[in-house]
């Protein structure tokens, strides 16, 4: 009897196990049938997307139809619509709305993933049915290039300009990224909401047909260079939710005639401005405090300056070469300045800002006996000084203070800081070469001085300077426009040399003592004595079309072809492993190869490199880092090969 127990025992656990697998074989079923790409469920949730997609489409089709009707110049593809504005060609300045304005009845699901660009509906998403049921539909479903809110450099996103040349971003969008819309044919008019909230570097430059930007509220940071050579942009309206411009942002906006700047910006950086030379008048509102050095520079027809009572700190290069300026209108409420006799003061009348034409009597200047430092920029503009006299007071003197136009210079012999001698300014100690000022062909230098200033003989006509044993080091564009200085000797004791130090110059020979041990020249070209790194070509700025750097070299040094404008090939070695930030202004240089041994690109290597579309790395994506460089067309002119 207990064998027969067990056996029924047995006999009941089997059937039980076979009915649940029978249970579950059938609950398979019944969730497939309900939840499987043909499954009940699933067909029921796609037909009701494929409802509410309908119905948003013919809300639109509707919308279009009757803005036509209201105005035949309506163009239905500059229509954009999302979760903050609604923009089109007719529409006019009071108008409000957004995409609710369409579709009066959008649920909140699709308030979030649906915009109109370009006069279509557009639907952001991840979800599997609403991308198949939208498809089916013919609605475009993330067809740009935007991740995280960041739109990104690549060439789907150029598509977002519309027939016009008018270029709408949508809402979803946070962040232009470097370099998204540089040097984009027919670019004519951006409209950016207030969604977006940072313009990164190069985001807009070298658009020359650019007319207008229009910025919304909520717009809070300008890359740099992010307009810059934009050379029809005629007006710029900031919202005043902007807090931050960084440096050349609007560089040589040539047609640049009218900007009105954002109340929450405090500081104006670096070159913002620099060489927009249509600009007449500037108001420095309330709010700003700060104005870096030559954020204005070259504006050769401003000829007005408002100062608020806000601004605190103006750099003495902010307005260099304003050839016109002449009217300075300061709020009797700022402390901070002084305006004194065609002098603009400031830190207790110890720094001249400003020099105006009304100051200058004859070709003589005469520094006030308060003024302690002679700063950058302040002399470059007044062609018509030739003669400097220098007080006790000055014990600063800045690199580029006193401009080529200055052939005479007197200093108070009782200047604890500075001293004359055969035609040029130095230290009392006669160590460190300030300034050249004679008119001699042949440039002597004190047989005791070790280092030579920035900028020292910028724009003399000397055949031959001698460099006596004792100098050290040479700063940045020491020969500048020295357009008959063509050979150098340097001495055995030189062991600083600025990359820069014979820029824009027509040095094309330079000879080293074979004793230093620092620097070689090999193949004309300047080397460390080791002659792995290449610091650069001795050839004058823009002789150089085609170069090739040697096998062997580890590193391209700061500043190697700075400026070689019309460079258009460039081979590296298979050798090299760092690239310092050495091609900016290589205007002509349309592509570059990196070889494979390469692991580090200076941040700022390809700046400025207008026409440079293409860079191919033999690395996988992001293997060195800092992508894009500052190449002006950021992201999308990078290809790795992965």
């Given at each position: 009897?207990?064998?027969l127990?067990?056996?029924?025992?047995?006999?009941?656990l089997?059937?039980?196990?076979?009915?649940?697998?029978?249970?579950?074989?059938?609950?398979?079923v019944?969730?497939?049938?309900?939840?499987?790409?043909?499954?009940?469920?699933?067909?029921a949730t796609?037909?009701?997307?494929?409802?509410?997609?309908?119905?948003?489409?013919?809300?639109?089709?509707?919308?279009?139809?009757a803005?036509?009707?209201?105005?035949?110049?309506?163009?239905?593809?500059?229509?954009?619509?999302?979760?903050?504005?609604?923009?089109?060609?007719?529409?006019?300045?009071?108008?409000?709305?957004?995409?609710?304005?369409i579709?009066?009845?959008?649920?909140?699901?699709?308030?979030?993933?649906?915009?109109?660009?370009?006069?279509?509906?557009?639907?952001?998403?991840?979800?599997?049915?609403?991308?198949?049921?939208?498809?089916?539909?013919?609605?475009?479903?993330?067809?740009?290039?935007?991740?995280?809110?960041?739109?990104?450099?690549?060439?789907?996103?150029?598509?977002?300009?519309?027939?016009?040349?008018?270029?709408?971003?949508?809402?979803?969008?946070?962040?232009?990224g470097?370099?998204a819309?540089?040097?984009?044919?027919?670019?004519?008019?951006?409209?950016?909401?207030?969604?977006?909230?940072?313009?990164?570097?190069?985001?807009f430059?070298?658009?020359?047909?650019?007319?207008?930007?229009?910025?919304?509220?909520?717009?809070?940071?300008?890359?740099?260079?992010?307009?810059?050579?934009?050379?029809?942009?005629?007006?710029?309206?900031?919202?005043?939710?902007?807090?931050?411009?960084?440096?050349?942002?609007?560089?040589?906006?040539?047609?640049?005639?009218?900007?009105?700047?954002?109340s929450?910006?405090?500081?104006?950086?670096?070159?913002?401005?620099?060489s927009?030379?249509?600009?007449?008048?500037?108001?420095?509102?309330?709010?700003?405090?700060?104005?870096?050095?030559?954020?204005?520079?070259?504006?050769?027809?401003?000829e007005?300056?408002?100062i608020?009572?806000?601004?605190?700190?103006?750099?003495?290069?902010?307005?260099?070469?304003?050839?016109?300026?002449?009217?300075?209108?300061?709020?009797?409420?700022?402390?901070?300045?002084?305006?004194?006799?065609?002098?603009l003061?400031?830190?207790?009348d110890?720094q001249?800002?400003?020099?105006?034409?009304?100051?200058?009597?004859?070709?003589?200047f005469?520094?006030?006996?308060?003024?302690?430092?002679?700063?950058?920029?302040?002399?470059?503009?007044?062609?018509?000084?030739?003669?400097?006299?220098?007080?006790?007071?000055?014990?600063n003197?800045?690199?580029?203070?006193?401009?080529?136009?200055?052939t005479?210079i007197?200093?108070?012999s009782?200047?604890?800081?500075?001293?004359?001698?055969?035609?040029?300014?130095?230290?009392?100690?006669?160590?460190q070469?300030?300034?050249?000022?004679?008119?001699?062909?042949?440039?002597?230098?004190?047989?005791?001085?070790?280092?030579?200033?920035?900028?020292?003989?910028?724009?003399k006509?000397?055949?031959t300077?001698?460099?006596?044993?004792?100098?050290?080091?040479?700063?940045?564009?020491?020969?500048?426009?020295?357009?008959?200085?063509?050979?150098?000797?340097?001495?055995?004791?030189?062991e600083?040399?600025?990359?820069?130090?014979?820029?824009g110059?027509?040095?094309?020979?330079?000879?080293?003592?074979e004793?230093?041990?620092?620097?070689?020249?090999?193949?004309?070209?300047l080397?460390?004595?080791?002659?792995?790194?290449?610091?650069?070509?001795?050839?004058?700025?823009?002789?150089?079309e085609?170069?090739?750097?040697?096998?062997?070299i580890?590193?391209?040094?700061?500043?190697?072809?700075?400026?070689?404008?019309?460079?258009?090939e460039i081979?590296l070695?298979?050798?090299l492993?760092?690239?310092?930030?050495?091609?900016?202004?290589?205007?002509?240089?349309?592509k570059?190869?990196?070889?494979?041994?390469?692991?580090?690109?200076?941040?700022?290597?390809?700046a400025?490199?207008?026409?440079?579309?293409?860079?191919?790395?033999?690395?996988?994506?992001?293997?060195?880092?800092?992508?894009?460089?500052?190449?002006?067309?950021?992201?999308?002119?990078?290809?790795?090969?992965?």
């Amino acid at each position: 009897m207990v064998k027969l127990q067990k056996f029924n025992n047995g006999v009941t656990l089997i059937a039980l196990v076979i009915t649940i697998i029978v249970l579950l074989i059938l609950a398979g079923v019944t969730i497939a049938m309900l939840t499987g790409d043909n499954g009940i469920l699933t067909k029921a949730t796609k037909a009701q997307i494929s409802t509410e997609l309908s119905s948003y489409k013919e809300q639109l089709e509707l919308y279009k139809t009757a803005k036509t009707a209201e105005n035949m110049e309506f163009e239905p593809v500059s229509l954009t619509a999302g979760k903050e504005n609604i923009s089109y060609n007719t529409k006019s300045e009071e108008e409000t709305g957004n995409i609710k304005t369409i579709m009066p009845d959008i649920t909140n699901e699709y308030y979030e993933i649906v915009e109109v660009i370009k006069g279509e509906l557009i639907l952001n998403t991840t979800d599997k049915n609403m991308i198949k049921v939208a498809q089916s539909l013919g609605i475009e479903v993330n067809p740009y290039d935007i991740e995280d809110g960041v739109l990104l450099s690549s060439e789907n996103n150029l598509l977002l300009m519309d027939e016009t040349g008018t270029l709408t971003l949508p809402d979803s969008v946070t962040v232009i990224g470097e370099g998204a819309f540089s040097n984009l044919e027919g670019l004519k008019k951006i409209i950016i909401p207030g969604t977006v909230k940072r313009i990164e570097r190069n985001a807009f430059a070298y658009n020359k047909a650019l007319e207008e930007v229009i910025m919304l509220d909520g717009v809070e940071y300008i890359g740099a260079q992010a307009f810059m050579q934009c050379s029809n942009l005629k007006k710029v309206k900031m919202p005043n939710t902007i807090n931050e411009i960084i440096s050349m942002a609007f560089y040589a906006c040539q047609s640049l005639t009218d900007v009105e700047l954002s109340s929450g910006l405090k500081t104006i950086s670096s070159s913002v401005f620099g060489s927009c030379t249509s600009l007449t008048t500037i108001n420095l509102k309330e709010g700003i405090e700060i104005i870096l050095g030559g954020a204005f520079y070259g504006c050769k027809n401003l000829e007005t300056i408002e100062i608020s009572k806000t601004v605190k700190s103006i750099s003495s290069s902010t307005f260099a070469e304003c050839i016109k300026l002449n009217n300075i209108k300061l709020s009797e409420e700022n402390t901070n300045f002084t305006l004194k006799d065609g002098l603009l003061l400031a830190n207790n009348d110890t720094q001249i800002v400003i020099i105006l034409k009304s100051a200058i009597s004859g070709n003589k200047f005469i520094i006030p006996d308060t003024v302690t430092t002679l700063s950058n920029g302040i002399l470059t503009s007044l062609t018509n000084i030739t003669s400097l006299e220098i007080p006790k007071s000055i014990t600063n003197i800045e690199a580029r203070a006193i401009s080529k136009y200055i052939t005479e210079i007197t200093i108070n012999s009782q200047n604890k800081s500075y001293e004359t001698y055969e035609n040029a300014v130095y230290t009392k100690d006669g160590k460190q070469l300030i300034r050249y000022y004679g008119t001699n062909n042949n440039a002597k230098i004190k047989s005791e001085t070790e280092i030579i200033r920035a900028y020292a003989f910028e724009g003399k006509s000397i055949n031959t300077v001698d460099l006596p044993e004792s100098i050290r080091s040479i700063g940045n564009e020491v020969f500048t426009s020295c357009t008959n200085l063509k050979s150098l000797t340097l001495g055995k004791n030189v062991e600083e040399l600025n990359g820069l130090f014979i820029y824009g110059s027509a040095i094309e020979n330079i000879i080293i003592d074979e004793e230093n041990p620092n620097y070689s020249i090999r193949n004309g070209a300047l080397y460390n004595k080791e002659g792995t790194t290449f610091i650069l070509p001795v050839k004058p700025q823009g002789s150089i079309e085609t170069y090739e750097i040697p096998e062997g070299i580890e590193e391209i040094g700061k500043y190697a072809f700075h400026n070689q404008y019309n460079l258009k090939e460039i081979k590296l070695p298979n050798t090299l492993k760092t690239i310092g930030d050495c091609f900016n202004y290589c205007n002509k240089l349309s592509k570059i190869e990196i070889p494979i041994g390469v692991t580090n690109i200076g941040t700022k290597c390809f700046a400025y490199c207008s026409s440079l579309k293409e860079v191919i790395i033999h690395k996988k994506k992001d293997e060195i880092a800092g992508s894009p460089w500052c190449n002006p067309y950021g992201d999308k002119a990078i290809f790795w090969n992965e």
